[in-house]
T-cell receptor
Framework: KAGVTQTPRYLIKTRGQQVTLSCSPI?????VSWYQQTPGQGLQFLFE???????NKGNFPGRFSGRQFSNSRSEMNVSTLELGDSALYLC???????????FGEGSRLTVL | AQRVTQPEKLLSVFKGAPVELKCNYS??????LFWYVQYSRQRLQLLLR??SRESIKGFTADLNKGETSFHLKKPFAQEEDSAMYYC?????????????FGAGTQVVVTP
C-alpha cells in the first residue's frame, strides 16, 4: 500500500498570503488528522476529519481550516499567514477507530 | 487537562548499554499510550502501544497508572536505535485522531 502522501513538500510564502496543503491518506483510511510541528511547541494537533466531517479540533485560530473530500483526501488552509506559522505540517491517516496513526513526510512551510 | 512530559531532551548511551526513556502523563481517566519514533530522514511511525503489550525491536514499555508513567526501555542499545522518540497519549472520549505528544527525546547511541 502506498503511504500517506503530502504535497507540496516545501513552500515559501510571505506574510499575509494564504496557503493550501494537500494530503492523500492510505487507501481505505477514512480518518485524516493534521499536526503542526515547530521546534518551540513540538507536535500540536490541528484537526481531524472522518467521512468529510470534522470530528475534533485543536487550539488554533480560525485562520487554520481544513476539509475532507469524499475520497478521503484532505486539505488544510492557512489564511493571512504570520511568521509564526512557519512549521512542518504533518498529515496522518488511520482507519478511523483510534489507535495507530500513519504519518506523511510533511509539508514544510516557510513564511517570510 | 491532558499533558505528556518527557524530561530528557537528549539521551546519549553506549552501544550495548541499557536505555530508558521517561514519559509521564496527566489525564483524568485511562488513556491509551503510544511511543512513536522518527529515524533520520524517515517519517514518524508507531513503535509500540501499551494495549498491545508487545516488544518491538527489543523495546518494551510498561504503563504504571499509579505513577502515571509509560517509560520505554531496552536492555541493550544498538546504533540503529539512534532516533527521536515521542511519547503520546490518546484520550478515551472525543479524541479521534488527536494525540497529545511529549516534546520528544533524542537518543544517540555511540559505538
Amino acid at each position: 500500500k502506498a503511504g500517506v502522501t503530502q504535497t507540496p513538500r516545501y513552500l515559501i510564502k510571505t506574510r499575509g498570503q494564504q496557503v493550501t496543503l494537500s494530503c492523500s491518506p492510505i487507501s481505505g483510511h477514512r480518518s485524516v488528522s493534521w499536526y503542526q510541528q515547530t521546534p518551540g511547541q513540538g507536535l500540536q494537533f490541528l484537526f481531524e476529519y472522518f467521512s468529510e466531517t470534522q470530528r475534533n479540533k485543536g487550539n488554533f485560530p480560525g485562520r487554520f481550516s481544513g476539509r475532507q473530500f469524499s475520497n478521503s483526501r484532505s486539505e488544510m488552509n492557512v489564511s493571512t499567514l504570520e511568521l509564526g506559522d512557519s512549521a512542518l505540517y504533518l498529515c496522518a491517516s488511520s482507519p478511523g477507530a483510534g489507535g495507530e496513526l500513519f504519518f506523511g513526510e510533511g509539508s514544510r512551510l516557510t513564511v517570510l | 487537562a491532558q499533558r505528556v512530559t518527557q524530561p530528557e531532551k537528549l539521551l546519549s548511551v553506549f552501544k550495548g548499554a541499557p536505555v530508558e526513556l521517561k514519559c509521564n502523563y496527566s489525564y483524568s481517566g485511562s488513556p491509551e499510550l503510544f511511543w512513536y519514533v522518527q529515524y533520520s530522514r524517515q517519517r514518524l511511525q508507531l513503535l509500540l502501544r501499551h494495549i498491545s503489550r508487545e516488544s518491538i525491536k527489543g523495546f518494551t514499555a510498561d504503563l504504571n497508572k499509579g505513577e502515571t508513567s509509560f517509560h520505554l526501555k531496552k536492555p541493550f542499545a544498538q546504533e540503529e536505535d539512534s532516533a527521536m522518540y515521542y511519547c503520546a497519549l490518546e484520550g478515551i472520549t472525543d479524541s479521534w485522531g488527536k494525540l497529545q505528544f511529549g516534546a520528544g527525546t533524542q537518543v544517540v547511541v555511540t559505538p
